[in-house]
């Protein structure tokens, strides 16, 4: 019994032994940092830790909750000046996320964060200390605020209609000095700089004017260049601000009275067909940078300005009759296929020049210009008189020469192109709507090669699908594309089809193409891209040369080019919109746009561009329906031909 007490007694005591040397080698728990970031950027214990914000908060986050009262006192924010920053501190998620909220830092400087071994978990655990340094980022120069005359502006559009003595304020976001500003920056206009002074405002506002009166309709540029940071520390994106001035709005020319105005524009552009004709062939250019290259479809609108010219005095009748029959007689023998002339030709020898790949034979539609003009001359010339009786048999003659039908391949529609070495491989189809109407009212009516009823209806109004019929601008459409294309749409086939009164099962004529004017108008004036210059005044989008080439400009396909054609030959249309449009190019635009041969094709302000040329199918139109709007001419003389007029009630117009 006493050995058995002696083996428990020494046993309790080994235990006892034992579990005081297991409580000596237990250390506590430890608190452990997960992460700490600085807005989006982790602070890394061992690398370097740069351009940190200098305005978002510290996040913390512990891998325990933390005991929040000896957080005060273990967490620091120091500088480098080594003093203490006052912090606010925020715990979240059990305090296991602590936030520290501190007052701005300043920019490219030196901080400390340090948590000492004080800080504690919430069951007393502890914390091995630790100590963060960082630097804070240098702010780049940021330019906040733009204001011209008043009224503040987005820098990345062109502004446009700037007042030509300009006032421009920049605010910026930190304090900039205008002789830093001024070393840095210039202001230009197509290349050549200009003086310009600035102003200092305030600390953080610079003011901007110009030394004298800046250039109308000019585009002008101010430049504040990226290297302005080795003057001033700070990283800055540079600035380009461009912005056009507005019209001057002084009268360039005397003013003169309407009609005065109207005969006048007629006269100056009639002498592109009569002065600059070819001497050979009389026919017109096709355009105004010379050589032998002539128009048929021109040329066609030139034979019918010669009646306007009689009726107008500009030349006279005797001038005018020598120069048809000079026309007339070429036309005899120049390149014909099937009756039809090709697109271009040569103006001396009447050979074919090729428009295109595989167009280097006949041109159906630029045939049916022509032959427009012709009948139209037909009726004008006088049967009594020898020698126009003879012009009228040849221009009969050419007439019926041309073989509308034999262009239709044996189908319900006519084929735009004919090559004696392509044949009808391009096999353009015309089709409506567009400036192609006469074409088909031609071929109805042709004495000798007509077509029939059914290939008007299903080859030009496939059989209804021309028609549109949407609202644009709160305008109904009738026909065509949405918006209605270019205007040469509803000018080249009425230079002498009278549209006033004509109508089909399709369409009432009249009320297409004042629509299609009115809304080519309405894009203007919405001016949807902030192109230069466009307004009620300032409008027409139709095909001519622009600052890339040659293109049919309409409000889908809208480069910033106006065409004085397109409202100034759409003058029957909208006399009152129209003769705006006239007056604001020959009195405001001035003689930047007015030339030798009245104005020039078209113009592009916010491409600080003006053509230098004009285009025979451009500069035909004006004087045509100009004239249209005075007398009906044209249209008058046109409508009597009795071809013609059995070609229409065949196809179902009234008119």
Avoid at 238 to 249: A, K, V, W
Avoid at 375 to 387: A, E, F, R
Wanted: glycine letters at 8%; proline letters at 4%; charged letters at 20%.
């Amino acid at each position: 019994m006493r050995y058995f007490l002696f083996i428990l007694f020494t046993a309790s005591i080994l235990y006892a032994c034992k579990k005081d040397k297991q409580d000596e080698n237990t250390k506590p728990e430890e608190l452990n940092l997960t992460y700490i970031y600085i807005g989006d950027a982790a602070l890394s214990i061992t690398n370097d830790n740069k351009n940190l914000s200098i305005d978002e908060l510290i996040e913390i986050r512990f891998d325990k909750p933390i005991n929040p009262t000896t957080a005060n006192n273990a967490i620091k924010l120091i500088d480098s000046d080594n003093q203490d920053i006052t912090v606010t501190l925020a715990f979240f998620d059990q305090n296991k996320l602590l936030k520290i909220d501190h007052p701005l830092l300043k920019e490219n400087n030196l901080y400390t964060l340090s948590i000492s071994d004080d800080l504690k978990g919430a069951q007393n655990e502890t914390f091995t200390k630790q100590t963060y340094t960082f630097t804070t980022t240098t702010l780049p120069l940021v330019l906040e605020k733009i204001w011209i005359d008043g009224e503040q502006i987005n820098p990345l559009v062109t502004q446009i209609d700037v007042d030509r003595i300009p006032t421009i304020k920049f605010g910026f976001n930190t304090p900039l000095a205008q002789s830093d500003l001024k070393d840095f920056s210039t202001f230009s206009s197509n290349g050549a700089m200009l003086n310009y002074n600035l102003n200092q405002d305030d600390d953080l506002t610079i003011s901007f004017s110009v030394t004298q009166e800046l250039e109308d309709y000019q585009k002008f540029q101010f430049t504040i260049s990226s290297q302005i940071q080795k003057r001033i520390g700070k990283p800055f994106d540079g600035l380009e601000l461009n912005f056009f001035t507005q019209l001057d709005s002084s009268l360039k020319f005397p003013v003169i009275s309407d009609e005065e105005l109207l005969t006048k524009v007629q006269q100056q552009t009639f002498k592109y067909f009569w002065d600059f004709a070819h001497p050979v062939s009389g026919l017109s250019r096709e355009r105004s940078t010379g050589g032998d290259l002539v128009t048929i479809g021109g040329s066609g609108f030139g034979v019918m300005t010669i009646p306007v010219g009689i009726e107008r005095g500009f030349i006279s009748r005797a001038d005018g009759v020598a120069r048809l029959a000079k026309i007339v007689d070429f036309l005899a023998k120049a390149d014909r296929f099937h009756g039809v002339w090709p697109h271009w030709m040569d103006g001396a020898t009447g050979l074919t020049r090729p428009f295109s790949t595989k167009d280097n034979g006949g041109d159906i539609v630029e045939t049916a210009f022509m032959i427009q003009g012709l009948l139209t001359v037909k009726q004008y010339l006088n049967p009594g008189n020898p020698t126009e009786n003879t012009i009228i048999s040849k221009i009969n003659a050419l007439w019926e020469a041309v073989e509308w039908d034999w262009y239709t391949q044996g189908e319900n529609s006519i084929t735009w192109h004919w090559s004696p070495e392509y044949g009808f491989e391009k096999n353009l189809k015309v089709r409506g709507w567009n400036e192609s109407l006469i074409v088909y009212v031609l071929a109805a009516s042709s004495p000798t090669h007509p077509i029939t009823k059914e290939v008007y209806d299903q080859g030009w109004a496939r059989n209804g699908n021309m028609k549109n019929g949407k609202s644009f601008y709160d305008i109904i459409l009738p026909l065509g594309n949405d918006y209605g294309g270019p205007m040469f749409f509803e000018h080249y086939p009425f230079l002498g089809l009278d549209p006033r009164n004509l109508s089909d099962s399709y369409a009432n004529y009249w009320e297409q193409a004042q629509a299609h004017t009115l809304i080519n108008r309405g894009y203007c004036m919405a001016n949807p891209k902030a192109f230069v210059g466009y307004s009620g005044d300032c409008w027409g989008l139709t095909a001519s040369d622009n600052h890339e080439g040659y293109s049919a400009h309409s409000p889908t396909n809208d480069k910033g080019v106006i065409t004085p054609t397109a409202a100034l030959s759409s003058m029957p249309y909208t006399p009152e919109e129209s003769m705006a449009a006239l007056k604001h190019f020959y009195y405001l635009l001035g003689d930047r746009l007015w030339g030798e041969y009245g104005f020039y094709d078209a113009f592009s302000i916010s491409n600080s561009w003006v053509a230098s040329s004009y285009l025979a199918i451009d500069q035909g139109p004006i004087i045509l329906m100009i004239e249209n709007h005075r007398t009906g001419m044209l249209w008058n003389l046109f409508m009597q031909d009795t071809d013609v007029q059995q070609g229409l009630t065949k196809l179902g117009f009234n008119y």
